[in-house]
């Protein structure tokens, strides 16, 4: 899953595609460079971003979603927000990739059961404004597991497809730099409940932290081996920044497997 942010202030591209022309162009190429998913973003989610509101995320995601659509790309849509969502998937998007797990609005688990639109339910702990504050965690991989299971369940039992479900652990979202990699580490403990597991950790800070390199951009290496470690212990979908790294390290991964 590649990276598509058409905004002015995301963490590690923001500004880099809010020209649609330009998204476009780039997201054709992830394709091309071997992304099975464009995930089309329209507003921030790094800690301390304000929100945006639903007319200005559609102005910003909807030109994308139409352009990379037309030419046959899956497209996701990464937003919290239901009137956005049913723009996008009527623009040609299959996919909605919440950072709220349904949350943050009401109508968008029934949008979800009445398109049957796939559907990808993260865990966060606060919100953004707030910088993801929250109690701690008692097991990190153990809370976020029944919260994600939970929320699935609440799907299914809404009527949405079972198979239509990906979960995300939700890196960079209220979590320390030891519970990022226990998260990795205990990917296949959720996967083993029989949902796709997706990792995001392409670029976060926590790789900052730990190597020192401040520049988001300069943090690819790292992505990559992470993104090797994800899929290792048990994660089908892993959502970077970097497409051809990432492919290369995949493979070489896979031949040595």
Do not use: W
């Not at 394709?31 to 102005?59: F, K, N, Q, Y």
């Not at 790309?73 to 990739?97: K, M, P, Y």
């Not at 990906?166 to 949902?195: N, Q, S, T, W």
């Amino acid at each position: 899953m590649a990276i598509v942010n058409v905004t002015p202030d995301s963490f590690s591209d923001g500004g880099e595609r809010f020209d649609p022309a330009r998204a476009i162009d780039d997201g054709l190429r992830f394709v091309s460079e071997g992304a099975d998913i464009l995930d089309v973003g329209g507003e921030s989610t790094r800690p301390g971003s304000a929100s945006v509101s639903p007319d200005e995320e559609r102005r910003r995601i909807l030109p994308v979603v139409e352009g990379l659509a037309r030419q046959g790309a899956v497209v996701s849509l990464d937003t919290r927000r239901a009137s956005v969502a049913e723009a996008g998937l009527a623009a040609g998007a299959r996919i909605v990739n919440d950072v709220s797990a349904l949350r943050d609005d009401e109508a968008m688990l029934p949008l979800i059961v009445r398109t049957q639109a796939a559907v990808v339910l993260m865990h966060r702990r606060g919100k953004p404004e707030e910088r993801y504050a929250g109690p701690a965690y008692d097991d990190v991989v153990e809370d976020v597991r029944r919260f994600l299971l939970d929320r699935a369940a609440a799907c299914v039992v809404a009527g949405a497809e079972r198979r239509s479900i990906a979960l995300d652990p939700g890196l960079g979202f209220g979590k320390k730099v030891e519970e990022e990699l226990a998260l990795i580490a205990g990917a296949r403990r959720l996967a083993d409940a029989g949902y796709p597991v997706l990792i995001g950790a392409s670029r976060k800070s926590f790789i900052g932290r730990l190597t020192g390199v401040e520049r988001a951009a300069d943090r690819d290496p790292a992505s990559a081996f992470l993104a090797v470690e994800a899929v290792r212990h048990g994660a089908s979908i892993v959502r970077v920044h970097n497409v051809p790294a990432t492919r290369q390290a995949l493979a070489v991964f896979e031949a040595m497997r």
